[in-house]
């Protein structure tokens, strides 16, 4: 196929994703959002799978069989813990304004600038290859379209080489998409639009070339099976001890578990862009089966690759798109590359606006903030400068990936540098899952176990990579570090018989799990390690009153914090901001002193634009805050826990108003209808009882004034008078009922008597509670 043909449909691509991403923030501007949706946050979460699962799934299944299976039922697994694990680290990112992985661990270890460095480090030097990984998957397969050669390892034909262009126009793209706004914590639509959208591209692609394959190139899944289980090669991958070990599996399980939820363009899109926590109920099942439909096909993929291309000397990463193309079926063809470079594109994107805020906030922003030449001039004087920032990072980002995919990424199969980097991301889950679950964790134990991890980590499995580029010197490897056989990057303390990933993932998560917890339980912790450790354990107690449980002490002026806010966020938004939250919280501005909730405030909007540890140095550098003892914070924290008791009871004893009210309501309602019941029924029987009486009189009159009258006239009137009296008899009956009214409406009186009773007591109980809450 041309190379302009395969270019421009690149190009197209790319730019229909900015038009789903521009349809999207027009939609949220009419006030109808297309992310506030659980299908859309499940379907974005789907950048999990990238151009390693696309291509590199189907390499890895022609020769591991079942193994690449490993990597998705991780994920299925830790899909059913999303609502306890994720839930809480959403609700906690939410509260605190947090918009980075870097940023999470940070702020719940007392906001220490040090710890969000070595994560931010850590994620560049662990991510940058698996970015190099999708730059490598996108030029093989455009190579494999226009059937043209590998430019070869190296920079000596970078002009001539179409993925120099191609991350060049993504990093336009990404810049597009992530730097409009200065506020990293706010929700960017149309990336989480786009994202999604090309989760279903890449579906809808990867199913295409399975059908294409099973049902074109051979009959059935019957067909290919059966061919395989008579090649030799393929043969040995329907045994389960040959093509893998239980070792191995346990060890890509438990790695891809975590991936999950720490990689950082999984916690960009599952955390930070995430809407509404019940979106997750949706995402529990949708994403398993996101994952189920996308791997449905790999394996006839793999082996009718292997029984057709097997020996053309063709990579087994590119089959999906080699198979289509050897056949003629070139618009199929075309169609798959451009799935296959939607999976890549989205995971760059991604991977690369998580990345570039991590060194913005963490190590460019603070430098530029401490720098002497720094001066308040207000008014968003810092807007462009950040945002500058954040655009030389992502150029950064994607010129360090280019030159990995050229120099060290052609040594290695698309796999094996993607597990690289799960093993990197995982070690932040100790301080993590630790922080979040466990009081007694430390800064100084995060540290520890953050730093040995990733130092054991680079070692077994960065330097072998860098010695097979030629960059190490190889009896490192052969022979150990310094000549020590029990320090083998690939046989760590002689231990062996371990594919490289699961021994590297085992050591440096054994050392950082073993460091962590030793140094938490023999560290002291300072008053804002105390006070954080309490509020993300026991988060949804405390976000049910985010403001009640402030920790800040010390003197703040108010023209300061708005000057301060103004720098980055313009004047207008800063005063909006302030004067809406006071009005809120009944905060007067009257004076020049700032309230201390104002501060902590000042600092949560900070932290969400230029991260925690920049905000931190900020409000230090306008306020003179007092440190705090242990004391005190254990104090604000059981007043707050006095108050949330107080909130609850408040609610108790309104319920209980609420029905007393209705209660009363219905009550009076009858007796109302009773009373207009009986207004009725003595209109009618004073209008009945009139008949009969003057019936009787009349009659009566008759008999006695007539004394000759003969004795048949005298008994018709007699009778009757008679029968007027039955009448009359059952009347008074009637009306003698009435009383029976009146000892039920008596009842009711008495009902609401006691029910007006319980909701004074209800009111006199609620009163205290009030007025100490309103103290």
């Known amino acids: ?107 719940r270890y007392g906001k220490n600038f040090s710890l969000a460095v070595v994560v931010t480090i850590l994620c560049m030097v662990g991510i940058i290859p698996y970015i190099a990984l999708q730059l490598k998957a996108i030029s093989g397969s455009m190579n494999i379209l226009i059937g043209a050669t590998e430019t070869g390892i190296g920079l000596k034909n970078i002009f001539a080489d179409n993925t120099f262009y191609i991350a060049a126009v993504l990093a336009f793209f990404i810049i597009l998409f992530g730097t409009r706004s200065i506020d990293a914590s706010e929700k960017h639509e149309g990336l989480v639009a786009a994202i999604a959208f090309e989760s279903i591209v890449k579906l809808l692609a990867f199913i295409a070339v399975g059908l294409f394959v099973t049902f074109g190139l051979f009959d059935g899944f019957g067909d290919i099976f059966s061919k395989a289980a008579e090649n030799d090669t393929l043969k040995k991958l329907f045994q389960f001890s040959e093509s893998t070990s239980y070792t191995t599996w346990a060890g890509l399980i438990l790695l891809s578990m975590l991936a999950i939820i720490f990689l950082p363009r999984q916690f960009h899109m599952g955390v930070v862009e995430n809407v509404k926590e019940v979106h997750i109920k949706k995402a529990i099942w949708v994403f398993p089966l996101y994952l189920l439909l996308i791997t449905f096909f790999v394996l006839p993929i793999a082996f009718g690759g292997t029984l057709l291309l097997g020996n053309s000397g063709i990579n087994a990463d590119t089959y999906v798109l080699a198979l289509p193309m050897q056949h003629g079926a070139k618009f199929l063809g075309l169609f798959i590359f451009i799935g296959g470079f939607s999976a890549a594109t989205s995971m760059i994107i991604v991977e690369t606006i998580a990345i570039s805020t991590m060194m913005s906030n963490n190590i460019a922003t603070p430098v530029l903030l401490a720098s002497q030449k720094f001066q308040t001039k207000g008014d968003g004087q810092l807007t462009n400068p950040i945002l500058n920032i954040r655009r030389f990072s992502i150029l950064l980002i994607i010129a360090l990936a280019f030159l990995y995919d050229k120099l060290v ?11 690289v980097s799960f093993a990197a991301v995982a070690q932040f889950a100790p301080a993590v899952l630790g922080g979040i679950y466990w009081k007694q964790a430390s800064q100084k134990g995060a540290m520890a176990g953050i730093s040995i991890g990733f130092v054991i980590w680079f070692f077994t499995a960065v330097v072998p990579s860098m010695a097979s580029a030629g960059f190490v010197n190889m009896s490192v490897v052969n022979d150990g570090l310094f000549g020590i056989s029990w320090l083998k990057p690939l046989s760590l303390f002689g231990m062996e018989g371990m594919d490289s990933v699961t021994h590297c993932f085992f050591w440096s998560m054994l050392f950082n799990i073993i460091a962590f917890v030793a140094v938490s339980l023999n560290s002291e912790k300072s008053a804002q390690e105390v006070y954080q450790a309490e509020i993300f354990v026991d988060i ?39 004067v809406t939250y006071a009005g809120r919280h009944k905060i007067s501005l009257d004076t020049k002193r700032a309230d201390p909730r104002l501060v902590t405030f000042a600092e949560k909007i900070l932290g969400g634009v230029i991260g925690s540890a920049s905000a931190r140095i900020m409000v230090s550098s306008v306020t003179k805050e007092e440190e705090l003892k242990i004391d005190e914070v254990l104090k604000i924290l059981r007043e707050s826990q006095q108050m949330i008791e107080l909130n609850k009871e408040l609610r108790k004893k309104s ?43 009349a009659m009566a009159e008759i008999v006695h004034d007539n004394t000759d009258m003969d004795e048949e006239q005298r008994q018709h009137f007699l009778s009757g008078v008679i029968k007027e009296t039955e009448r009359l008899s059952h009347l008074i009956t009637q009306v003698l009922n009435l009383e029976k009214y009146e000892s039920g409406k008596q009842q009711l009186n008495t009902s609401s008597v006691q029910l007006n009773s319980l909701i004074k007591d209800a009111v006199q109980s609620i009163q205290p509670l009030a007025n100490e809450k309103r103290s």
């Not at 830790?78 to 702020?107: E, H, Y």
């Open 1 to 107: 196929m041309s190379n302009v043909v395969a270019i421009f449909s690149a190009l197209f691509y790319l730019s229909l994703l900015f038009g789903v991403a521009y349809y999207a923030e027009y939609r949220l501007k009419k006030g109808k959002s297309i992310i506030n949706n659980g299908y859309v946050y499940a379907l974005s979460l789907g950048v999990y799978c990238t151009a390693w699962t696309y291509y590199g799934s189907v390499g890895q299944a022609s020769t591991r069989g079942i193994e690449f299976l490993a990597v998705y039922i991780g994920p299925t697994i830790m899909a059913a813990l999303f609502w306890p694990i994720l839930r809480k680290i959403i609700r906690i990112c939410k509260t605190q304004r947090i918009n980075s992985i870097a940023d999470l661990i940070s702020i």
């Open 540 to 578: 949804f107690r405390y976000s049910a009153t985010p403001d009640s449980n402030m920790v800040w002490k010390g003197t703040a002026y108010l023209p300061d914090l708005n000057s301060l806010l103004a720098n980055f966020l313009g004047a207008e938004r800063a005063e909006k901001l302030i």
């Open 409 to 419: 990424a052609q040594h290695f199969t698309l796999v094996s540098i993607g597990m």
């Open 655 to 697: 319920a209980e108003l609420q029905k007393a009210t209705d209660q009363l309501i219905n009550a009076n309602r009858q007796l109302q209808d009773m009373d207009k019941t009986k207004d009725e029924f003595l209109y009618t029987v004073t209008h009945e009882l009139r008949t009969p009486i003057t019936s009787i009189r």
